[in-house]
């Protein structure tokens, strides 16, 4: 499987304050929890619309025929897309047009698209084939990749604007794909721990989002040697890639 997370934190009264932090770990495992590789790289730039699309579950066909480490980056070159949306529809037909239906019935596949529209407002564009989840198990999978624009219609919908496409007060959520048995309990359980640290005086709060970044980063690697270590199954782990948007190229 793989763990894929997005944070969102969003103020429209302070728009240059706003950020994303992106993180997606580099496992890549069977769907019997076999490790086959520790450095596939699942979360990447789209620099021409300053955001990201990372993938989760499904990484290759049965035959080799693709990989989505390799066709992923190749399909961001050639994409010209104006907007997230028009990116992440066009990346929706064409994921629709290689990956075969039979596939998808037995495998979860999905993909995280965001970043900051036109407006400086966060876009969290969801692609997958997954319809339900049963505790923490994917559940009802389609031979047919779908797509929701998650903040507007699910998480921030009763305080989105859509005559000015705006929000009417500071928001935070975060979305998390992969092997939900486990990181989900250890999510906030390290958040937990984090905060029972700064009370006694021994870390400090974070100061920017380059400080949320380094713990972001620090809980995906606390996971992953978990599974190293721990777990019967080497689901997570290997490297941790993470991003901050919008990009500081500098």
């Known amino acids: 499987m793989t763990l894929v997370v997005t944070e969102i934190a969003y103020d ?4 240059d304050a706003s950020y994303i932090l992106c993180a997606a770990d580099r496992r890549l495992s069977d769907e019997y929890g076999n490790a086959l590789d520790e450095e596939i790289r699942k979360i990447h730039k789209v620099r021409h619309l300053g955001a990201t699309v990372a993938f989760f579950g ?60 036109e407006k400086l407002v966060p876009e969290f564009w969801y692609i997958r084939n997954i319809r339900d989840l049963n505790g923490f ?75 949320l970044e380094k713990r972001l980063n620090w809980k995906m690697k606390t996971i992953g040697t978990f599974y190293d270590d721990l777990a019967n199954e080497q689901l997570v782990g290997g490297g941790v890639d993470t991003f901050i948007l919008p990009y500081d190229e500098s």
């Not at 429209?12 to 728009?15: G, N, T, W």
């Not at 935070?172 to 999510?187: E, I, K, Q």
Request: glycine share 6%.
């Open 12 to 15: 429209p009264r302070r728009k």
């Open 137 to 211: 198990e994917y559940a009802n999978f389609q031979d047919r990749y779908w797509v929701t624009e998650e903040l507007s219609e699910v998480h921030w919908k009763d305080h989105f604007d859509t005559a000015s496409g705006d929000y009417d007060s500071a928001r935070g959520c975060w979305f998390a794909n992969g092997d939900l048995r486990v990181h989900g309990p250890a999510w906030f359980a390290l958040d937990s721990f984090v905060r029972e640290m700064e009370a006694r005086g021994l870390l400090n709060r974070p100061q920017s989002p380059a400080d």
């Open 58 to 117: 499904l990484s290759v066909t049965d035959d080799g025929g693709w990989e989505f480490d390799k066709w992923l980056p190749d399909w961001i070159s050639k994409d010209n897309s104006a907007t997230l949306e028009v990116f992440a529809r066009r990346l929706l037909a064409d994921l629709n047009a290689i990956v075969p239906p039979h596939v998808l019935r037995r495998r979860p596949s999905g993909f995280h698209v965001t970043g900051f529209n």
